[in-house]
Structures are given as C-alpha cells and as structure tokens.
C-alpha cells in the first residue's frame, strides 16, 4: 500500500522514564519494588465528580460508567506524597535539567517559567486524581531520510502507578505506588511523518537522543510511545502503549489497513441498505438445554440484537489477526460480556438447531448477522447497547478513538478518543524559572549531535554523505565504531551495509535479527580481517548465528563450510587458467576480468574477492610467462 497516496498523517508521543535519584515531587527512590515488599494498602472509590470536572469529557464519562473501587499497594519506599496525604514538593531540579538538555537535543526553544498543572485522569492510576504535568519546551524537530518532522512540546510528568492486578471481580483495581511519580518525559511530534518506514526511523532517533544523554531509565516498561495515526477519508486515532520500538512500523500499517478496510465495509454496507434494529431480545429459552460451556458459565442467560444486511461484515478481517466482529466484540468486553455471532455459529458448543431458532426469533434472512453475548441482564443490556452504537457507527463513519497496541501490531479499542485535555494550575508546586546561565551550562555540556557525528565520520572514516548519515542515525552507531577502531582492515562501508541494509534484509526475511548481540558482530569481522572467509558471506553468517546464537563464529564458518583451504582455492583457480590457456595467450593479462566471472561462480562467499583476484592475475601471468619461454625455444 502507498502511504503517500492513502494520505497518511501520522504523529508520535513518547514517554520516557528519567533515571534521576528521587522522584518528581518527593525525596522516595525511582526505584521499582518487588509487588510483595508491600508494607500496607489503602482504598479508594472513583472520585470523579462532574462538578470537578466542569463540562464532562466523553471518554471521562465512559470511563465513569464502570464503578470501581481502587486498592494502592504503598511501600516503605514512598511517602504520603504518593498516597495523597500531602502536597507535593516542588519540582525536582536533577528532573528539569534532563528535560532542558533533551529540549537543546531537539532544536527546541525551553519555556522562560515551568508552570506545574493538573491534566484529570479517572482510571485511579493517579491517587489524587489528576496527573501533574510541566511544559519546558516547544518548536523543535529532527531531520530523517524523508524529511524534517517538528517536534511540538516537550513535558515534564509524573509516572502514573502501575495497574497489578484486577481483584476477583473486575470492579476493584489494584495499583502499586512504586512508579507513581518517577519523572517522565513526554515528547509529542507534529503529524509530520508520512510513512510507517519513517515512523518507526523517528521513534529510533528519538530514543537515541534520549539515551545519548546518560540520565534515562533502560529496560522493558521505561519507555513508552502513543501513535497518531489518520487516513485521507478515515479518522484520528490513537494507539497507546507501543512498549516494542520495532513494533511501530508495523502498527502504522496494521492501522492503514484498519481503516481502509473499513472504508470498503462502510461502502459494502450502504450498498446492501444495511440497517441496525435497536431491540434487544431475551433468547435464553433457546438455550434451555444447551451443550455450549460458554451459555452453560454465564447461568444460561443469553441477550442478543439483529443487525440487518450484516451477514459476512463481521466475520470479514479487517486486520491481521482481526475481524469487524473483534472490533464489536472489544466493546462487549468493556462491560464483561464475551460475545458471538451467526457469522461464526455453530461453534462454541452452540448446535445448528440453535442457531435456526436464533434466526428464526429475529425473522433474519441469510442477509442478516445475529449477534448474541451470554451474560446477565444487567451486563448483557450496556453490552449490545454498545455494540449496536458501534454498527451504526460503521454505516456512517469511522469512530475517533484511543486503541491499545496488541503484541501483534494490531489493535483493540480502548475508548473514545479525549478532547484536549484541560488543564488545571498545580498551586501547592511554584513556578521554576529558567535562567539563562542554566541553560548555557547545560548547553556546554551536550553530547554529540548526529550532525556533528555525521561530520566526524566523513572526517574519520571517509564515509559518503548518504552511508555517513545512515549509520550516526542507527542505533548501532557505537558499535560500528567499535569495529573500525579493532580492525583496521576492514572497509567502513561494508560496516555500514553490513549494520544498516544487511540487517534490514534479513528482517524482511523474518531473520530474528535481534537474537545478534555486539560480540556476534566483532568476532565476525575479525574472522573476516583474518581473512577467514570471503566478505561476501557476511549476510549468511549472521543469518545462521541469529539461528544459533551460542554458537562461536569459528565454528560457524566452519559448520556453513566457507572456511577455504587456500591451497584447494589456488588449485581451482589454475585447474580453470590452465583450461582456458589459448584464451589467457591471446588476451594476456585481460584475461583475469572475464576469468574472475567464472573463478567467482565456484568461489563466491567462500573467499574473499579481492584474494581472488590476485591469485587469478597470478596464475595469468604464469602462463603468459610459459608461453613466452615456449615461444622463444
Ligand atoms: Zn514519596
């Protein structure tokens, strides 16, 4: 699919964790604790009240509609800042510094006050109820490959505490304290990026600029991406909690395709007239004597609607993995009712008889989809509600919303997308003036730019411009230097390709390319600056010791059998010479280029080129010399 043609927009949000010493707003550690280290608990009720609020936002009320009582797991590690008992402190200056250098790192202008505000949050991930953000930095941005993607804001924000567990029934929610107040920084580009290929390239180079400053938090958890993404025709949505770095490219397209086959269904369904009813029938006498577990779990009751001129919608994927009745089922799920359709029935224990009189309760013809879920009355009833909103929706548009990354690559609904957030002043935090001294001693203290490490290795390793910028944007810029400084042999656009086309290559292959660590790579190019095998073999190496990652590349040269003989290899090379002798007499020395197509045929990958072809010139010059001295007897 062309990205450029379908319009794409798309826009990211980072999050990432600050290793600093203490939290954002109190003196506890950053540090996460073992859940069972907990020293006490507390509970709280949903507090959201609308008065609070002012107008009620849509996915605030959503959210509202699942009462929930929310337990904290507190530690000897946090203090009554983090359980709500107590102001916070005022912002942690460590925190403000790390923020300000990576706004320098991103050509962004740092505000001249840091005001503290309050962003409402009503999942009690918050024990207070709101989030507490900072704005430090605006209009910034990068260069890619594709082209300059702006960098709006930069933030300062408390981590929120993490969701452990739901307790027993789904209505009370378990979080622990460990993380709430860790310094985030929030990064939000423009909707600049055009393709899923630059998508995932500036979410690197993020993450690079991030971690060249030394103070971030590493590891799975500490750092944590949002997608914009919208479609010409489509809508704006949003995909949260992207953990995999390598997984962004792969959601932007998954949500290309979303959203485009919902395009086709949206028109598929105006053709048909299709139509919602909006009754819901009670369709557990049907079930009186079922076999299906499912019915059988959920105490025999069964609520079902009849959605009219749907048959084959919702068995229809819509992405990998997923159909239109997933996107359906997802919002059944919100309020615990599991829910299934004529399109996939009989299945699940439900017979053909079953679904004849499921039909028949409906008067649906084989145009129409019934759709059943197996829950109490008082699920079931929001449950279809929900559904038939979202199949209306389907007729007419496609829905704004926040989408939950799946390990995939594609996504689940999560809830209606937010309005923009309204904010609040934190008054209990004071303002944080930023003085022009601070800024010029960050500003000394910088690390290196890509722009000027691009500079460096042209300088150093006489790269083009094109390879110089490829690799001082890849992540294993360090590593290539590595090499470069341990064998001095080794052409540095081979290094390059090797960690930038090659490794692309072989993940397009579905290479598990990441099983291949730095010592992988250095003990390979010196096996190659022994001359131990021919460069051309670098991809197949790397391929086999993704496969088999203990093995040492010693063995593995040996085992792909590249490891040549060079006595073997001088004697091929004059077993071919001395075949083509009248060849060799009448082109002299002219001879070695065609010769080097055939010699290569039989030696490609084993030796390298280069040895090759001075053994061939070799070898010509011998038999011109011989046909010399013939020539003179
Ligand atoms: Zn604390």
Redesign the pocket.
């Known amino acids: 699919m062309d990205d450029h043609k379908i319009g794409l927009k798309a826009g990211l949000e980072i999050h990432q964790q600050l290793d600093t010493r203490t939290?954002l707003?109190?003196?506890?550690p950053t540090m996460l604790r073992d859940k069972k280290e907990s020293t006490f608990s507390f509970k709280r009720y949903l507090r959201a009240s609308k008065s609070e609020m002012g107008e009620v936002d849509e996915a605030a009320l959503e959210e509202e509609k699942y009462s929930r009582t929310f337990i904290y797991k507190a530690y000897d590690s946090?203090?009554?800042?983090?359980n709500d008992e107590q102001p916070p402190g005022e912002l942690n200056p460590e925190a403000v510094d790390i923020a300000l250098e990576v706004a320098l790192l991103l050509n962004m202008n740092p505000v001249d006050e840091v005001h503290t505000m309050r962003k409402i949050v009503i999942d009690g991930s918050n024990t207070c109820g709101f989030q507490r953000t900072a704005l430090v930095a605006t209009d910034g941005g990068i260069e890619t490959e594709e082209g300059f993607v702006g960098v709006d804001s930069l933030c300062l924000e408390e981590d929120a505490a993490s969701k452990i567990e739901t307790e027993g029934s789904s209505d009370a929610v378990v979080y622990s304290l460990d993380r709430l107040?860790i310094p985030l920084v929030e990064i939000g580009t423009a909707p600049d990026i055009r393709t899923a290929d630059q998508a995932k390239k500036v979410a690197e180079q993020l993450g690079m600029i991030l971690r060249s400053t030394g103070k971030v938090k590493r590891g799975l958890g500490t750092i944590r991406q949002d997608i914009n993404i919208s479609i010409e025709d489509g809508a704006r949505v949003e995909i949260k909690g992207v953990q995999n770095l390598r997984l962004i490219g792969k959601i932007v397209e998954n949500e290309v395709t979303r959203q485009t086959n919902l395009i086709k269904l949206r028109e598929e369904l105006k053709r048909r007239r299709a139509r919602v009813e909006r009754q819901i029938e009670d369709l557990s006498d049907i079930f009186a004597n079922t076999t299906s577990k499912v019915i059988k779990r959920a105490g025999g009751k069964v609520f079902g609607i009849c959605l009219r001129g749907f048959a084959g919608i919702l068995g229809t994927e819509i992405q990998p993995g997923r159909r239109f009745g997933s996107e359906l089922a997802d919002f059944a799920n919100k309020y615990g009712a599991g829910l299934m359709h004529t399109d996939e029935l009989p299945a699940y224990g439900i017979s053909e008889e079953e679904v004849v009189r499921l039909k028949r309760t409906f008067d649906a013809t084989e145009d129409d989809c019934v759709v059943i879920v197996a829950a109490e009355r008082e699920r079931a009833e929001p449950a279809l509600k929900a559904v038939l909103r979202r199949a209306e929706d389907a007729m007419r548009e496609i829905p704004k919303e926040t989408r939950r990354a799946l390990p995939t690559g594609s996504s689940a609904y999560m809830r209606p997308l937010p309005g923009a957030a309204r904010m609040y002043p934190e008054t209990d935090v004071p303002p944080v003036e930023i003085d022009k001294q601070r800024l010029q001693y960050i500003k000394s203290k910088l690390p290196e730019t890509f722009e000027h490490r691009k500079a460096r290795y042209k300088e150093k390793f006489g790269l083009n411009d094109e390879l110089a910028d490829k690799i001082s944007r890849n992540p294993h810029f360090s590593l290539f230097e590595r090499i470069m400084e341990s064998y001095e042999n080794i052409p540095a656009t081979l290094v390059v390709r090797t960690l930038t086309d090659t490794l692309a290559e072989l993940m397009q292959e579905e290479i598990e390319v990441e099983k291949l660590e730095d010592h992988h790579f250095m003990d390979m190019f010196k096996q190659l600056s022994a001359n131990a095998f021919g460069k051309e073999a670098v991809p197949e190496i790397l391929k086999f010791m993704a496969k088999q990652p203990e093995m040492s590349i010693k063995k593995a040269i040996e085992e792909i059998g590249l490891r040549a003989d060079m006595k073997e290899v001088k004697q091929l090379i004059e077993d071919i010479v001395n075949s083509k002798k009248d060849f060799v007499r009448e082109k002299g020395a002219k001879a070695v280029g065609p010769l080097m197509g055939v010699v290569m045929k039989e030696l490609r990958g084993k030796v390298d080129g280069k040895m090759i072809n001075k053994i061939l010139e070799e070898k010509v010059k011998e038999v011109m010399v011989r046909a010399t001295s013939h020539d003179s007897e």
């Open positions: 939290k707003f109190c003196k506890c946090t203090c009554l800042v983090e107040g």
